[in-house]
């Protein structure tokens, strides 16, 4: 349920906004003090904001100057102004609407959908989680294509982090150095096998604690390799 908070000086107006608010499933806290308001503002999480232009301590432009330094939530200004110039201002310090008094409540409602709508969509689009692979000390994000190793981020080549990504999503599988090949380097390992080892033992310098007992990619004598849960 989505949570609108009310900076309005005037209780009347306020107390009508909420309650028409609330009848379409919002839920609704008031303040009529600006200072205060843009308190609970920037240290309480809100949907959405709707500001009146003219209040006692800190005017609506203020607060809408200062929330949009610190968050992208959607801000709806309420003002009798009905000056092109305090729209401009308004909208130029990062409010998304402005709408003046007197108004339709059922219009103030259908406005307050559209931007928690919109901002909804914007923010669902923008995140999608990064990819992630975690094992014991080892993070590898496929989607930023970086490491760290217990904590420290190391600097891979791209077929080095093919291939460790590659070993580390099918864990405790033994691969031999041609299907290794054949799966990073998309070709036939003619004359070509060296080339695993190779990358093998850069991997292993990155990840190993020690390269001579390695903890997570074994070597199987006689096969191949296989990364170990």
Same mark, same amino acid.
């Given at each position: 349920?989505?949570?609108?908070?009310?900076?309005?000086?005037?209780?009347?107006?306020?107390? @009508?906004?909420?309650? %028409? !608010?609330?009848?379409?499933?919002?839920?609704?806290?008031?303040?009529?003090?600006?200072?205060?308001? !843009?308190?609970?503002?920037?240290?309480?999480?809100?949907?959405? %904001?709707?500001?009146?232009?003219?209040?006692?301590?800190?005017? =609506?432009?203020?607060?809408?100057?200062?929330?949009?330094?610190?968050?992208?939530?959607?801000? *709806?200004?309420?003002?009798?102004?009905?000056?092109?110039?305090?729209?401009?201002?308004? @909208?130029?310090?990062?409010?998304?609407? %402005?709408?003046?008094?007197?108004?339709?409540?059922?219009? *103030?409602?259908?406005?307050?959908?559209?931007? !928690?709508?919109?901002?909804?969509? @914007?923010?669902?689009?923008?995140?999608?989680?990064?990819?992630?692979?975690?094992?014991? =000390?080892?993070?590898?994000?496929?989607?930023?294509?970086?490491?760290?190793?217990?904590?420290?981020?190391? $600097?891979?080549?791209?077929?080095?982090?093919?291939? !460790?990504?590659? *070993?580390?999503?099918?864990?405790?599988?033994?691969?031999?150095?041609?299907? *290794?090949?054949?799966?990073?380097?998309?070709?036939?390992?003619?004359?070509?096998?060296?080339?695993?080892?190779?990358?093998?033992?850069?991997?292993?310098?990155?990840?190993?604690?020690?390269?001579?007992?390695? $903890?997570?990619?074994?070597?199987?004598?006689?096969?191949?390799?296989?990364?170990?849960?």
């Amino acid at each position: 349920m989505s949570r609108v908070l009310i900076i309005e000086d005037e209780v009347a107006i306020a107390e @009508l906004e909420k309650d %028409y !608010l609330e009848l379409s499933g919002f839920t609704v806290e008031t303040e009529t003090d600006g200072t205060v308001g !843009l308190k609970r503002a920037l240290s309480e999480d809100f949907d959405m %904001y709707i500001l009146d232009l003219m209040l006692s301590g800190i005017d =609506g432009f203020e607060i809408c100057k200062q929330i949009r330094e610190e968050k992208n939530t959607p801000i *709806l200004m309420v003002s009798a102004k009905k000056d092109d110039i305090d729209k401009i201002r308004g @909208l130029g310090l990062g409010a998304d609407d %402005y709408i003046t008094k007197p108004f339709s409540p059922s219009e *103030l409602v259908a406005r307050v959908k559209a931007h !928690l709508a919109r901002y909804e969509r @914007l923010i669902g689009s923008n995140m999608t989680e990064n990819d992630i692979i975690e094992i014991r =000390g080892i993070k590898i994000d496929k989607t930023a294509r970086r490491v760290w190793v217990n904590g420290e981020e190391k $600097q891979f080549t791209t077929k080095e982090f093919d291939l !460790l990504t590659f *070993l580390a999503e099918n864990p405790n599988r033994v691969f031999t150095k041609e299907e *290794l090949f054949r799966e990073i380097w998309d070709m036939e390992s003619i004359g070509d096998i060296a080339t695993v080892t190779v990358h093998i033992k850069k991997i292993r310098e990155k990840v190993e604690m020690n390269t001579n007992k390695p $903890q997570y990619i074994e070597t199987i004598w006689g096969v191949g390799y296989r990364f170990k849960l």
